[in-house]
């Protein structure tokens, strides 16, 4: 999703977006108000930060700035695997090497994230998943690297 998408998003959800100097942080969100750091240059950048500040919106109860709380941690989690799945996906991964994407160069760009952005979620996917996940006739390996394989029927 670009970011002109994610806007529109959280304009049909009443969501108040704004770029604004918030020193530390990439995005921050607080009740119905979402600010972007204005010193994000790339679109790609911000939608990945909007990405992860819309996951709060959908999955976060309170205030979980206190990342000493295993409560807080897990909505953290939550919020951003949210944010991941949105922008990249198993599926978004498995199109990206049905694309031809062969490395995470290609692949960021194919799905519109960043770099750091992608390796995060594969982060993410391989504490949730392990070392791989089947889905449809494919397989997605998090180790060594990124590699997708998909089945063949005998």
């Known amino acids: 999703m670009t970011y002109e998408d994610l806007l ?3 304009d049909s959800e009443k969501l ?3 770029e604004k100097n918030i ?3 990439n995005g921050r969100i607080y009740k119905n108000r979402i600010a972007i750091n204005k010193d994000i240059k790339t679109s790609t950048e911000k939608a990945c930060v909007l990405a992860e500040e819309l996951g709060h ?3 976060t109860a309170g205030d979980i700035l206190d990342q000493s709380d295993a409560g807080n941690r897990k909505q953290e989690f939550r919020a951003r695997l949210h944010g991941y799945n949105r ?3 198993l599926m978004g991964i498995i199109r990206s090497y049905e694309h031809g994407c062969r490395n995470l160069y290609e692949t960021a ?3 519109e994230v960043t770099e750091a952005f992608l390796q995060e979620a594969l982060s993410a996917y391989r ?3 392990g070392i791989y996940k089947e889905l449809d006739n494919y397989v997605i390996f998090f180790e060594p690297q990124l590699a997708v394989l998909k089945k063949f029927e005998d």
């Open 8 to 10: 529109l998003e959280a």
């Open 16 to 18: 108040i977006v704004r």
């Open 23 to 25: 020193p530390g942080y």
């Open 57 to 59: 919106y959908y999955t």
């Open 87 to 89: 922008m990249v996906g």
């Open 109 to 111: 760009e194919y799905l």
């Open 127 to 129: 504490s949730k998943y």
